[in-house]
Nanobody, 123 residues
Framework: QLVESGGGSVQPGGSLRLSCVASGRTFSNYAMGWFRQAPGKEREFVASISWSGGSTLYADSVKGRFTISRDNAKNTVYLEMNYVNVEDTAEYYC??????????????????WGQGTQVTVSS
């Protein structure tokens, strides 16, 4: 089970940190990812981190602004969002991939999904 939190409303240029707590399996074996879906759009990849945290991937649209990290002792993955803009408004989902434990941008690679947390960027 994956449970996201930390969403909310933020002004352009502001910051927000999303969290996703995992339960039920050995969290440290999973790669974790963040995806987002804006109204009327397809779900898209945001960021991914390998099981060890040693490898990360980012979508070009968030590179340099967002940071994915994990704390295996807390079974938690984070998405630090800085310099947000209105295009970052979306429902954000965390996902877990346990077959290889490698960071991946492919949605089909992920086995478990959270319910999502809404992020709204507006002035």
């Amino acid at each position: 089970q994956l449970v996201e939190s930390g969403g909310g409303s933020v002004q352009p240029g502001g910051s927000l940190r999303l969290s996703c707590v995992a339960s039920g399996r050995t969290f440290s074996n999973y790669a974790m990812g963040w995806f987002r879906q804006a109204p009327g759009k397809e779900r898209e990849f945001v960021a991914s981190i390998s099981w060890s945290g040693g490898s990360t991937l980012y979508a070009d649209s968030v590179k340099g602004r967002f940071t994915i990290s994990r704390d295996n002792a807390k079974n938690t993955v984070y998405l630090e969002m800085n310099y947000v803009n209105v295009e970052d408004t979306a429902e954000y989902y965390c996902a877990a991939e346990f077959e290889y434990g490698l960071a991946t941008s492919r949605e089909d690679d992920y086995d478990y999904w959270g319910q999502g947390t809404q992020v709204t960027v507006s002035s």
